[in-house]
């Protein structure tokens, strides 16, 4: 079962392509950087780049961490953008699409729901033995990747429609 | 000049196709139900009727209103995501989008900002002369595309990245 784990983000999306067998192998890990063009031209680098990897990579599934718009309107207008964007990626390619809640996620990896980004790094890198540097965007894209795949059976398929 | 206007929204996706020559013709109007389902194939609604629109249609440019995050965080998300489908497959075509205000778009249209849909929706019917019953949400993504040809030389494009 190979899944890609996106974390969509208005500037920078980060990813990771993770491997669960017996154990988790981390296949690829990344950021896509969306330049301050404008609106069409970043969502588009979004979707295509997704596109790519799922080309390049062939998961069997797409993981996100919901976006909880507890922050600013503004801020959750530009998220929901951005994550839609990576969402139609996956239900143009067939592939079903997990969203999971970030508490739930942090609280998996690390005992503690409202772990840090770096605390929450820490434990992916541990974990996929990562010894390089992992830019944090790319480290909640494998976080959520990892706890969809240690929790799968338990979880509810959000299916695609194609 | 031909111009497909959209009001996206999370249950129901306003639509509107505009000629605009020496007068202003209406050529299609609609809306399309994206149901209860889960939110990629809502999503996947938007994006693939929104293509089959372009192709149908086949107009030069894409007219949404901004999404005004005053509101709700929760709502401002939602019409995100619906925003960002149709503003992709506006740049999957290559076709530039534009982005108004909607004060800015009743104002112009009413001569008030704050009009409500329903003294919209009857400008809307006067300058295109539709007798039949308009739904809010197609009159909504008609008075964006006549706005658009009103104002086209003195606004920004907002050209896709295709």
Partial sequence: MRVL????GSRVTGFGVIEGGPGLEVISWGVIRLGGGPLPERLWKIFSRVTDLLMEFRPQAVVLEEVIPETFPRAALRLGQAQGAAILAAAQNGLPVYLYHPLEVKQALTGYGNASKEQTAYMVKYLLGIKERLPLDASDA?????????????????????
């Avoid at 784990?5 to 969509?8: C, F, K, L, N, S």
């Avoid at 494998?142 to 194609?162: D, F, G, M, T």
């Fill in 5 to 8: 784990g996106i974390d969509p």
């Fill in 142 to 162: 494998l976080s959520v990747a990892i706890y969809h795949l240690q929790n799968i059976k338990r979880e509810e398929a959000w299916c695609s429609p194609k």
